[in-house]
């Protein structure tokens, strides 16, 4: 109904055009009146609330390249901060629950367990995602499941879901991009020991000669992180990938043959 309607049918005392207007008409023209303005919490509660998918979606992006490369280290930070971000405001306003801190606890145990004890990206890692989503989904609402007679809550865990889903989406793309142009740059940039210390099983005073030739393919016999072993025509070499891992199993080609030293690339699909 309007507020036309409204009056007449008694449910209102009628339509104003002020705050001081209605206060005449309820007949409070003296009252004392106390107005609340928000904290600066609140505020940047109500930003960070405003910015929550993005957050979630650099999040999980972040949390993805930390399992996919070695050890922990920056993405890892980073991802922990964005989710951690989102979940703490929630909790700061009265939304999330321990329910939420207890999913948010065991998600960032499994991403541990992920990347220090079961290297590489399994169940573990599909977990960890997973139940920080949901810790996310139900951080941003103030209920676990909707309830028949509240189809609002209904409608407010479907627009959550789409909030998380969307985010994953936006992760997903950035890991893409992530490892499609800056990954393989990384190694141009980093001058890491670790392309050395991983090779100790090649020696330069070998005398064996190497009948390889750049253009040759293989296979991954190890994972390639960055050298390990690959298979061409039933022969093992030991030899190291360029500025990538590779998994065990990919298809290879030989890049450059120096020495004892054979440099391997990913074959494209």
Not at 202 to 230: C, W, Y
């Amino acid at each position: 109904m309007d507020d036309t309607e409204a009056k007449e049918l008694g449910f209102s005392l009628g339509s104003v055009e002020s705050f001081d207007g209605m206060l005449k008409l309820a007949g409070l023209s003296g009252a004392e009146v106390t107005r609340y303005q928000r904290s600066w919490s609140e505020l940047m509660v109500g930003f960070i609330g405003m910015i929550a998918p993005i957050l979630m979606m650099i999040g999980l992006a972040a949390i993805y390249i930390e399992i996919r490369t070695p050890g922990f280290g920056v993405p890892g930070i980073i991802g922990i901060i964005c989710i951690g971000i989102v979940f703490f405001s929630q909790y700061m306003v009265g939304l999330a629950d321990y329910t939420e801190l207890l999913l948010f606890a065991i998600g960032l145990l499994l991403l541990a367990v992920e990347v220090f004890v079961l290297p590489g990206f399994g169940i573990a890692g599909i977990a960890a995602i997973g139940v920080l989503l949901a810790a996310m989904v139900l951080s941003l609402q103030g209920f676990v499941l909707p309830r028949p007679d509240f189809p609002w809550e209904k409608q407010l865990m479907i627009r959550n879901m789409m909030y998380a889903s969307g985010s994953l989406v936006g992760a997903i793309i950035i890991i893409v991009l992530f490892f499609r142009y800056l990954f393989p740059k990384l190694g141009m940039v980093i001058n890491g020991p670790y392309l050395h210390a991983s090779l100790s099983d090649v020696h330069a005073d070998e005398t064996t000669e190497i009948l390889l030739h750049a253009g040759d393919k293989g296979v991954a016999v190890t994972a390639l992180r960055p050298s390990g072993k690959i298979d061409i025509n039933g022969m093992l070499f030991d030899v190291v990938s360029e500025s990538m891992f590779i998994e065990k199993g990919e298809n290879v080609i030989v890049e450059s043959v120096s020495g004892n030293r054979i440099v391997v690339v990913k074959e494209e699909a």
